[in-house]
């Protein structure tokens, strides 16, 4: 084992033996000053006696200014004494234990004022300087002479005037150019104009509640600063677009009373380099501006991702990773990072984020972000020219900044893509999630938007819409009832109905259905398919309710079955997943038994949803035959079987293993769907007949129809009649023969009654 070294630290100054060692201009700045006033006066002797040589004129001016001569000497003396306390120790300790009684007393002054003194001394010297050439050029007393400077500077004036005219004229132009192209972007709303308040912003009052809480530090900051603490002053809404963080921000606003500036999400985004910075520098001016003035403001920065980053994770070793990204990697319900080390947690985010390709680079230009972070926790510059320069100038320290009272709160939907500099605390101290609103939370939005307009819905049914729209977000539903209230006064009214609730809903989520008929024989095996779906649904899927079942055609689908979970529920079990293959795979089994082993393509999309689903429980969510992850087998050339002989023999036969198990899994599922389908014959019959004859239903009334019981709309009653049922027997085997053979059927459907 090699020994350690012993790592040394420079000297401190208390411990060095010998002087500091000057600068060269340290060392030769006062000769330079005397070698340049002895140039400058022999310059005046030849320019007053133009005979005069210049060896005459330099010998003229050493006996006339002998003085300037015995300074420079000293000066070299002086510098002598230094080099020599530089370079010999025994010098240096001799001189500072026996001479240097006047270094001792002057450093029992403070340093400010060592430093005021010392600034004096050098500026007397350098006006007496100035003022023997002054003498020796207008042949009068230097302090005379000295007077007489600003009369030859007010002659000198104009030409002045013209050179400073020509250099600011070139700089104005530029900096004229740049002014104008760092406008805009920025929206500044006074108190007055800002009307929302917190009981405008319905459904996420986890979120409000802790926000009143920062805005209470915002207008009472002394609570928590005369305790040691400081005002959290950055707040990041990340979440789903629709959800409310705009409106937040501006119910922040008009809580408060304070200004609300808005930057737009492109203000950062220029055409030249270095306009972006100019725009944070004026913005902040401007919030500084307005803190000061009316006790504190709050700016919002729009889709802050357009700011962009400097990388999310950075090559060679681990590092801290940040809540957001963990919640991107671990999307479980039991966070699956948070009994992981900090290592590991950086090793699956670099294979995650960098690998995997997540977003990266700037989006604000160069330098934008950097001017944006120094700005939101650098060091704040004294306020005014007074107290920066002039107080400065004549020795003064200037007066410590203010504290700014300013509230920034960023909003965006790709909070992975924000740099993490920008997050860390004392920039962005509190990042809350404004994600779907929960049922209750959906119930008040419904409500708050429903008392701007006149309706006759009950509580049971804004209950009932809030259950049925399970991922609503303020803004659909908004727009939803938007909707319903243009479809009531299509239909003369000027009351919102339930229908018009329902007919609103199924309009933003399917769009309007194409006005297109089918075949009868191919409206009957559209109708089938959509029948087998939504019966394995009713039969299997506990989870999710049938939301409505329709045969109508629309821009991407002829027909559908669309379901909603009549819970807001937050984790999935493998029966649940295993129920969704089922309705899956049932168009393709109910195809097969119905039409006699043929089907159509139609179960393509089918298909793939119930091989995707299996794909991930049998390589992802440890729901299928195996326990390892395929993820990471593949990440690490694992788990092929026999080893191949490379990386692609590799990938090859785990790909083979995998699709195995995927396969059978899916067989076995298929066949179970077959036996289902075969036990509710005459309820897939009875479904098809009910979505030929209603062409769109809801769930309610699918319900009914399978169980045999009274729906909203339909009764389904009529279909436990057997020879009803018999009729409809009869009616689908005359359209298998006419699928067969490609014609219409012999047997028209059958009316009920």
Same mark, same amino acid.
């Given at each position: 084992?090699?020994?350690?070294?012993?790592?040394?630290?420079?000297?401190?100054?208390?411990?060095?033996?010998?002087?500091?060692?000057?600068?060269?201009?340290?060392?030769?700045?006062?000769?330079?000053?005397?070698?340049?006033?002895?140039?400058?006066?022999?310059?005046?002797?030849?320019?007053?006696?133009?005979?005069?040589?210049?060896?005459?004129?330099?010998?003229?001016?050493?006996?006339?200014?002998?003085?300037?001569?015995?300074?420079?000497?000293?000066?070299?003396?002086?510098?002598?004494?230094?080099?020599?306390?530089?370079?010999?120790?025994?010098?240096?300790?001799?001189?500072?234990?026996?001479?240097?009684?006047?270094?001792?007393?002057?450093?029992?002054?403070?340093?400010?004022?060592?430093?005021?003194?010392?600034?004096?001394?050098?500026?007397?010297?350098?006006?007496?300087?100035?003022?023997?050439?002054?003498?020796?050029?207008?042949? @009068?007393?230097?302090?005379?002479?000295? =007077?007489?400077? *600003?009369? &030859? !500077?007010?002659?000198?004036?104009?030409?002045? +005037?013209? #050179?400073?005219?020509?250099?600011?004229?070139?700089?104005?132009?530029?900096?004229?150019?740049?002014?104008?192209?760092?406008?805009?972007?920025?929206?500044?709303?006074?108190?007055?104009?800002?009307?929302?308040?917190?009981?405008?912003?319905?459904?996420?009052?986890?979120?409000?509640?802790?926000?009143?809480?920062?805005?209470?530090?915002?207008?009472?900051?002394?609570?928590?600063?005369?305790?040691?603490?400081?005002?959290?002053?950055?707040?990041?809404?990340?979440?789903?677009?629709?959800?409310?963080?705009?409106?937040?921000?501006?119910?922040?606003?008009? @809580?408060?009373?304070?200004?609300?500036? =808005?930057?737009? *999400?492109? &203000? !950062?985004?220029?055409?030249?380099?270095?306009? +972006?910075? #100019?725009?944070?520098?004026?913005?902040?001016?401007?919030?500084?501006?307005?803190?000061?003035?009316?006790?504190?403001?709050?700016?919002?920065?729009?889709?802050?991702?357009?700011?962009?980053?400097?990388?999310?994770?950075?090559?060679?070793?681990?590092?801290?990773?940040?809540?957001?990204?963990?919640?991107?990697?671990?999307?479980?319900?039991?966070?699956?990072?948070?009994?992981?080390?900090?290592?590991?947690?950086?090793?699956?985010?670099?294979?995650?984020?960098?690998?995997?390709?997540?977003?990266?680079?700037?989006?604000?230009?160069?330098?934008?972000?950097?001017?944006?972070?120094?700005?939101?926790?650098?060091?704040?510059?004294?306020?005014?020219?007074?107290?920066?320069?002039?107080?400065?100038?004549?020795?003064?320290?200037?007066?410590?900044?203010?504290?700014?009272?300013?509230?920034?709160?960023?909003?965006?939907?790709?909070?992975?893509?924000?740099?993490?500099?920008?997050?860390?605390?004392?920039?962005?101290?509190?990042?809350?999630?404004?994600?779907?609103?929960?049922?209750?939370?959906?119930?008040?939005?419904?409500?708050?938007?429903?008392?701007?307009?006149?309706?006759?819905?009950?509580?049971?049914?804004?209950?009932?819409?809030?259950?049925?729209?399970?991922?609503?977000?303020?803004?659909?539903?908004?727009?939803?009832?938007?909707?319903?209230?243009?479809?009531?006064?299509?239909?003369?009214?000027?009351?919102?109905?339930?229908?018009?609730?329902?007919?609103?809903?199924?309009?933003?989520?399917?769009?309007?259905?194409?006005?297109?008929?089918?075949?009868?024989?191919?409206?009957?095996?559209?109708?089938?398919?959509?029948?087998?779906?939504?019966?394995?649904?009713?039969?299997?899927?506990?989870?999710?309710?049938?939301?409505?079942?329709?045969?109508?055609?629309?821009?991407?689908?002829?027909?559908?079955?669309?379901?909603?979970?009549?819970?807001?529920?937050?984790?999935?079990?493998?029966?649940?997943?295993?129920?969704?293959?089922?309705?899956?795979?049932?168009?393709?089994?109910?195809?097969?038994?119905?039409?006699?082993?043929?089907?159509?393509?139609?179960?393509?999309?089918?298909?793939?949803?119930?091989?995707?689903?299996?794909?991930?429980?049998?390589?992802?969510?440890?729901?299928?035959?195996?326990?390892?992850?395929?993820?990471?087998?593949?990440?690490?050339?694992?788990?092929?079987?026999?080893?191949?002989?490379?990386?692609?023999?590799?990938?090859?036969?785990?790909?083979?293993?995998?699709?195995?198990?995927?396969?059978?899994?899916?067989?076995?599922?298929?066949?179970?769907?077959?036996?289902?389908?075969?036990?509710?014959?005459?309820?897939?019959?009875?479904?098809?007949?009910?979505?030929?004859?209603?062409?769109?239903?809801?769930?309610?009334?699918?319900?009914?129809?399978?169980?045999?019981?009274?729906?909203?709309?339909?009764?389904?009653?009529?279909?436990?009649?057997?020879?009803?049922?018999?009729?409809?027997?009869?009616?689908?085997?005359?359209?298998?023969?006419?699928?067969?053979?490609?014609?219409?059927?012999?047997?028209?459907?059958?009316?009920?009654?």
């Amino acid at each position: 084992m090699s020994e350690i070294q012993k790592v040394t630290s420079r000297p401190r100054d208390t411990d060095r033996k010998t002087r500091i060692h000057l600068s060269f201009y340290d060392r030769v700045k006062f000769l330079l000053l005397f070698g340049i006033t002895y140039l400058v006066l022999t310059w005046s002797s030849l320019a007053e006696n133009p005979i005069l040589s210049v060896e005459d004129a330099l010998n003229e001016t050493a006996r006339s200014k002998s003085w300037l001569l015995v300074l420079a000497a000293i000066e070299v003396v002086r510098q002598i004494h230094f080099l020599l306390a530089e370079l010999l120790a025994p010098y240096h300790g001799i001189w500072s234990k026996y001479f240097a009684f006047t270094d001792r007393q002057v450093h029992r002054l403070s340093d400010w004022t060592r430093f005021r003194l010392s600034r004096i001394v050098k500026w007397s010297l350098v006006v007496a300087l100035l003022a023997v050439i002054l003498g020796a050029i207008y042949d @009068e007393p230097p302090i005379k002479a000295l =007077f007489l400077a *600003p009369k &030859a !500077f007010l002659s000198a004036l104009p030409f002045l +005037g013209q #050179l400073l005219f020509a250099v600011f004229f070139v700089i104005i132009q530029f900096a004229a150019i740049f002014w104008f192209l760092s406008r805009g972007g920025v929206d500044t709303y006074f108190p007055d104009d800002i009307r929302t308040r917190f009981s405008d912003v319905w459904g996420q009052d986890h979120v409000l509640n802790r926000i009143r809480e920062n805005l209470l530090f915002l207008e009472t900051p002394e609570e928590i600063e005369k305790h040691g603490g400081y005002v959290p002053g950055g707040i990041l809404l990340w979440g789903p677009p629709g959800t409310g963080k705009t409106l937040m921000a501006e119910s922040m606003a008009g @809580e408060t009373g304070k200004p609300f500036v =808005f930057v737009d *999400p492109g &203000a !950062f985004t220029n055409m030249f380099f270095g306009v +972006g910075v #100019l725009k944070v520098k004026s913005l902040f001016r401007k919030l500084r501006k307005l803190a000061l003035r009316y006790g504190g403001v709050v700016v919002f920065f729009d889709e802050a991702d357009s700011l962009g980053n400097r990388g999310i994770v950075s090559q060679g070793g681990p590092q801290r990773t940040s809540t957001m990204e963990k919640s991107k990697i671990f999307e479980s319900h039991c966070h699956g990072g948070a009994y992981l080390s900090e290592p590991a947690v950086s090793a699956l985010a670099r294979d995650k984020f960098v690998m995997g390709g997540a977003a990266g680079g700037g989006g604000g230009g160069m330098g934008t972000l950097q001017a944006l972070l120094t700005e939101l926790s650098g060091l704040k510059k004294p306020r005014g020219f007074f107290n920066r320069v002039v107080r400065r100038t004549l020795g003064m320290r200037p007066k410590n900044p203010p504290k700014y009272r300013i509230l920034v709160v960023m909003a965006t939907n790709m909070p992975e893509a924000l740099d993490e500099a920008l997050l860390r605390p004392g920039r962005i101290d509190r990042m809350y999630r404004v994600g779907y609103p929960s049922k209750a939370g959906r119930i008040r939005t419904y409500e708050g938007y429903l008392s701007k307009v006149s309706h006759s819905l009950t509580a049971e049914e804004i209950d009932k819409i809030a259950t049925i729209t399970p991922y609503a977000t303020g803004a659909t539903i908004k727009d939803t009832i938007n909707e319903a209230l243009i479809m009531a006064i299509r239909n003369g009214r000027t009351s919102i109905e339930w229908s018009d609730i329902v007919k609103a809903k199924q309009q933003k989520e399917l769009g309007p259905s194409e006005d297109v008929e089918y075949i009868e024989r191919e409206r009957h095996a559209v109708a089938v398919h959509e029948a087998c779906h939504a019966v394995m649904a009713h039969r299997t899927r506990q989870h999710m309710s049938i939301d409505l079942a329709t045969i109508e055609k629309g821009s991407d689908y002829l027909g559908m079955v669309a379901s909603i979970p009549p819970d807001d529920q937050f984790t999935r079990w493998k029966s649940e997943y295993q129920s969704d293959i089922l309705v899956s795979l049932a168009s393709l089994a109910g195809e097969r038994m119905f039409f006699d082993g043929d089907n159509s393509s139609g179960v393509s999309g089918d298909l793939e949803s119930a091989t995707t689903i299996a794909s991930l429980m049998e390589g992802h969510w440890g729901m299928g035959s195996t326990i390892s992850s395929h993820v990471s087998n593949r990440r690490f050339e694992m788990g092929a079987p026999g080893g191949g002989k490379g990386k692609d023999d590799t990938d090859k036969q785990m790909r083979m293993a995998l699709s195995d198990r995927i396969e059978e899994n899916l067989g076995t599922l298929l066949t179970q769907a077959e036996e289902i389908l075969r036990e509710n014959r005459n309820q897939v019959l009875a479904l098809a007949h009910a979505l030929e004859t209603h062409k769109t239903m809801s769930g309610e009334d699918v319900a009914a129809v399978i169980d045999g019981v009274q729906g909203s709309i339909v009764d389904g009653r009529p279909y436990l009649d057997a020879n009803f049922l018999a009729e409809i027997e009869k009616y689908h085997s005359a359209s298998v023969v006419a699928h067969r053979e490609h014609r219409i059927p012999d047997v028209h459907l059958p009316v009920i009654g």
